[in-house]
């Protein structure tokens, strides 16, 4: 049995609807509320391959809303002032037609990060359909992501580490693009970043350009966690791993977590 005490939670979902009239909504979104730490952890639609599977369910979508929104409800959380059953009442009583927040539900969890991780596969993103053949490594950069928090949960340095680390300070305001973990070593900042090498390459030229940006205003190092390592046979992996090293980001494989996190935990000691 667990010795973690759990956590009792409440989620909302968040729901778009292009088209009032047809009544019918994807959902984009899961909102977390911790009252024991008076925590609201949040995840929305990311990424261009995400937000055109909304645009194939519904050719009305709006995307340039949906991209702005994640940036948008980041900053009316910090501005709550650090009460979040009041900000979940007004953001319910001020959302427009277009967007809902589904009746709250409660969960007990013991890892309140990686429950949101779990609704939101379960709620928003799209199914994953595997044969019975496929080889057992992760499919989805959520799956990856999970992966690494499991590893270095294992190893004792998950504290140590602080998650979905936003980079507006040094990119541009409302920049949506939040990085999975980073931590400090040596006097350096360091930012990990789960990626799929067989998935969307977008998300790879985000973290390139984040990482450019990054360095021109202070000492860092990156790298992708991603589900495997570049085969030197599959042009995809080898144009992303091209795209990768122009910015100095290494990559670590799910397989290489172990011993990436033992010598992590070592630098961090």
Not at 126 to 149: H, K, N
Not at 187 to 200: A, K
Request: aromatic share 6%; glycine share 4%; net charge neutral.
């Amino acid at each position: 049995m667990s010795e973690t005490p759990l956590q009792s939670c409440s989620y909302r979902i968040l729901r778009y609807t292009p088209n009032l009239i047809r009544d019918e909504w994807v959902n984009i979104g899961v909102l977390l509320h911790d009252p024991v730490r008076n925590e609201l952890r949040h995840r929305l639609l990311e990424g261009t391959a995400e937000l055109r599977r909304v645009r194939r369910l519904h050719p009305q979508a709006d995307l340039e809303l949906l991209r702005a929104l994640a940036g948008e409800l980041e900053l009316q959380i910090e501005a709550a002032n650090g009460n979040p059953a009041a900000f979940l009442q007004r953001l319910e009583e001020t959302l427009s037609n277009a967007l809902q927040l589904s009746p709250p539900r409660g969960v007990l969890t013991e890892d309140a990060a990686a429950e949101l991780e779990r609704l939101y596969r379960d709620h928003v993103e799209a199914p994953r359909f595997r044969r019975a053949a496929a080889p057992e490594r992760p499919q989805t950069r959520t799956e990856v992501r999970l992966q690494a928090r499991h590893v270095f949960r294992r190893a004792g340095i998950l504290h140590r580490l602080t998650t979905n680390v936003s980079v507006e300070e040094y990119t541009e305001p409302g920049d949506p693009f939040r990085m999975d973990f980073a931590y400090r070593r040596d006097g350096i900042q360091g930012y990990l970043h789960s990626l799929l090498l067989t998935g969307d390459a977008g998300r790879a030229k985000e973290l390139a350009y984040t990482a450019e940006r990054i360095r021109a205003k202070r000492a860092a190092e990156f790298f992708a966690i991603t589900e495997t390592e570049p085969e030197i046979s599959n042009l995809r992996h080898q144009f992303l791993r091209r795209l990768l090293a122009a910015q100095n980001i290494g990559i670590v494989a799910v397989t290489q977590l172990e011993r990436f996190a033992e010598q992590l935990r070592a630098d961090l000691n």
